[in-house]
Nanobody, 121 residues
Framework: QVQLVESGGGLVQPGGSLRLSCVAS????????MGWYRQAPGKQRELVAG???????DYTESVKGRFTISRDNAKKTSYLQMKSLIPEDAAVYYC???????????????WGQGTQVAASS
């Protein structure tokens, strides 16, 4: 069974930093794309950052210049480095992977369980 597990969330003061990690495990042939999404109370889930297999990245406008997504293919892990956090960044952050399982054909989206992030005084 493929599983994605996030870690690194927490509460920091405005202007602080957090680094989220997402580790994929199980029978995986290849992970094509990985991304981070967030959902705040009363709001729709939105894409924060995405990264392709080759390292091309895309960010939502509100986090450009502050957040950095990266990946380590050997470790099947993605990271979201968040700096200069503001209260509006508060949300549950979910990692996503677009991948092909090893045991069969096909390409599917998998999701982590979410990790809470907040920036307040």
């Amino acid at each position: 069974q493929v599983q994605l597990v996030e870690s690194g969330g927490g509460l920091v003061q405005p202007g602080g930093s957090l680094r989220l990690s997402c580790v994929a495990s199980g029978s995986i042939f290849v992970i094509y794309g990985m991304g981070w999404y967030r959902q705040a109370p009363g709001k729709q889930r939105e894409l924060v950052a995405g990264i392709t297999y080759t390292g091309s990245t895309d960010y939502t406008e509100s986090v450009k210049g502050r957040f950095t997504i990266s990946r380590d293919n050997a470790k099947k892990t993605s990271y979201l480095q968040m700096k200069s956090l503001i209260p509006e960044d508060a949300a549950v952050y979910y990692c996503n992977a677009d991948l092909q399982p090893r045991r069969g054909s096909g390409r599917y989206d998998y999701w982590g369980q979410g990790t809470q992030v907040a920036a307040s005084s």
